[in-house]
């Protein structure tokens, strides 16, 4: 039987979120009812609200999440009633070119629920943001869009991996190939910049040098594990970079801020044969100019990192256990606990900056 919960909803272009009755359909084929149990606020969300990823709505808002899941479509073998999971908004498909060259994280065919939930009171069709909606008490998702994990891991903590934190580390160990010794420096110390840190720090880097413009940020930076963090406003951080790393450059350099400015100072700040990883996400109208005998003569590689190329089959139960282990300090991405009426505050608190991560305790 289709069950109403409650969940939240972007009805319209930058108007304010509010909580509806929504109908959440009995999982079919290849999908799996989850529980909720956190989902983390991020930028995504009020991208979604504000218009800035598709028209379609009305948004489910919700998409960094953990929760039990509930009951399972025909088919469905990975996962049972009861399982604790984190959400991923990458379903491989295990058929595409991709996933047939056994790279399925660059899968070119995920997939998300089949059947839609709906409005209780008009009847409308939700769009789930990322093919997920989880600031609900339940949601409907593929099945392979639930990774099981450690369930000893606080949910709010878990469903972090689902997204930004994901990202982060991901352009670190995946996309950079960030290895025992380099170098690495990172561009950038919001939530998933702070991640790259952590993640750097995880792979062993001997030096992670932090950038960004606010000191607060730089000091959060440290604590997940930045050896030198330089203040760009008022230092070049290109100049900084290369005297930390003995005059030459960061073996790897992530960008999370995703503005062409700081692509270039990512650019110049690497060695010779260095990485630069592009993880921030940039808008249409950015446009990059750079000397194409710099791109050639100075080698290496200039990559970009899609939820940083994580398999979250392989990568979220790993990342959780180094957590309980407390080798990676996943739990200092979460500023606050919010209640799910609190979305549209978490919206406004996100401006000020000293919020890596409000997260919706159900
Ligand atoms: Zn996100
Ligand atoms: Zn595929």
Same mark, same amino acid.
């Given at each position: 039987?289709?069950?109403?919960?409650?969940?939240?909803?972007?009805?319209?272009?930058?108007?304010?979120?509010? =909580?509806?009755? =929504?109908?959440?359909?009995?999982?079919?084929?290849?999908?799996? &009812?989850?529980?909720?149990?956190?989902?983390?606020?991020?930028?995504?969300?009020?991208?979604?609200?504000?218009?800035?990823?598709?028209?379609?709505?009305?948004?489910?808002?919700?998409?960094?999440?953990?929760?039990?899941?509930?009951?399972? #479509?025909?088919g469905v073998t990975d996962v049972a009633p009861g399982d604790f999971v984190v959400l991923?908004?990458?379903? &491989?498909?295990?058929?595409?070119?991709?996933?047939?060259?056994?790279?399925?994280?660059?899968?070119?065919?995920?997939?998300?629920?089949?059947?839609?939930?709906?409005?209780?009171?008009?009847?409308?069709?939700?769009?789930?943001?990322?093919? =997920?909606?989880?600031?609900?008490?339940?949601?409907?998702?593929?099945?392979?869009?639930?990774?099981?994990?450690?369930?000893?891991?606080?949910?709010?903590?878990?469903?972090? %991996?689902?997204?930004?934190?994901?990202?982060?580390?991901?352009?670190?160990?995946?996309? #950079?190939?960030?290895?025992?010794?380099d170098t690495v420096a990172v561009i950038g110390c919001g939530g998933v910049g702070d991640?790259?840190?952590?993640?750097?720090? %995880?792979?062993?880097?001997?030096?992670?040098?932090?950038?960004?413009?606010?000191?607060?940020? %730089?000091?959060?930076?440290?604590?997940?594990?930045?050896?030198?963090?330089?203040?760009?406003?008022?230092?070049?951080?290109?100049?900084?970079?290369?005297?930390?790393?003995?005059?030459?450059?960061?073996?790897?350099?992530?960008?999370?801020?995703?503005?062409?400015?700081?692509?270039?100072?990512?650019?110049?700040?690497?060695?010779?044969?260095?990485?630069?990883?592009?993880?921030?996400?940039?808008?249409?109208?950015?446009?990059?100019?750079?000397?194409?005998?710099?791109?050639?003569?100075?080698?290496?590689?200039?990559?970009?990192?899609?939820?940083?190329?994580?398999?979250?089959?392989?990568?979220?139960?790993?990342?959780?256990?180094?957590?309980?282990?407390?080798?990676?300090? %996943?739990d200092k991405f979460v500023t606050e606990t919010i209640r799910l009426d609190e979305v549209?505050?978490?919206?406004?608190?996100?401006?000020?900056?000293?919020?890596?991560?409000?997260? &919706?305790?159900?």
């Amino acid at each position: 039987m289709a069950q109403e919960v409650r969940g939240v909803i972007a009805p319209g272009k930058d108007e304010p979120v509010r =909580i509806e009755t =929504i109908v959440v359909p009995d999982p079919g084929p290849g999908e799996a &009812v989850v529980q909720i149990q956190a989902c983390g606020v991020c930028h995504t969300d009020l991208h979604y609200k504000q218009g800035g990823i598709s028209d379609d709505y009305p948004f489910l808002l919700g998409h960094e999440a953990a929760g039990v899941v509930e009951s399972v #479509g025909a088919g469905v073998t990975d996962v049972a009633p009861g399982d604790f999971v984190v959400l991923n908004w990458r379903a &491989v498909c295990g058929t595409c070119r991709a996933c047939l060259r056994g790279r399925p994280w660059y899968c070119f065919d995920t997939h998300n629920a089949e059947q839609k939930m709906t409005l209780a009171s008009t009847g409308q069709e939700l769009s789930p943001a990322l093919g =997920i909606g989880a600031f609900a008490e339940k949601t409907l998702v593929a099945a392979g869009q639930c990774t099981k994990v450690d369930p000893a891991v606080a949910p709010e903590v878990a469903g972090l %991996l689902g997204c930004g934190v994901m990202a982060g580390i991901g352009a670190a160990i995946n996309t #950079g190939n960030v290895g025992r010794g380099d170098t690495v420096a990172v561009i950038g110390c919001g939530g998933v910049g702070d991640a790259a840190v952590a993640g750097s720090y %995880l792979a062993g880097a001997a030096k992670v040098i932090a950038v960004d413009i606010d000191d607060r940020k %730089l000091e959060t930076a440290r604590t997940m594990g930045a050896t030198h963090t330089v203040n760009s406003r008022d230092t070049d951080p290109v100049e900084a970079i290369r005297e930390l790393t003995g005059g030459f450059g960061a073996d790897v350099v992530i960008e999370a801020v995703g503005r062409p400015e700081t692509y270039r100072q990512a650019f110049y700040a690497r060695d010779l044969a260095g990485t630069v990883v592009l993880v921030g996400v940039p808008t249409p109208e950015m446009k990059l100019e750079l000397p194409l005998l710099d791109v050639f003569g100075r080698g290496g590689a200039l990559k970009s990192s899609w939820y940083g190329d994580c398999l979250p089959s392989r990568d979220f139960p790993m990342l959780i256990d180094l957590h309980l282990q407390g080798r990676l300090p %996943l739990d200092k991405f979460v500023t606050e606990t919010i209640r799910l009426d609190e979305v549209e505050q978490a919206f406004e608190r996100m401006h000020s900056g000293d919020v890596l991560r409000s997260v &919706v305790v159900l």
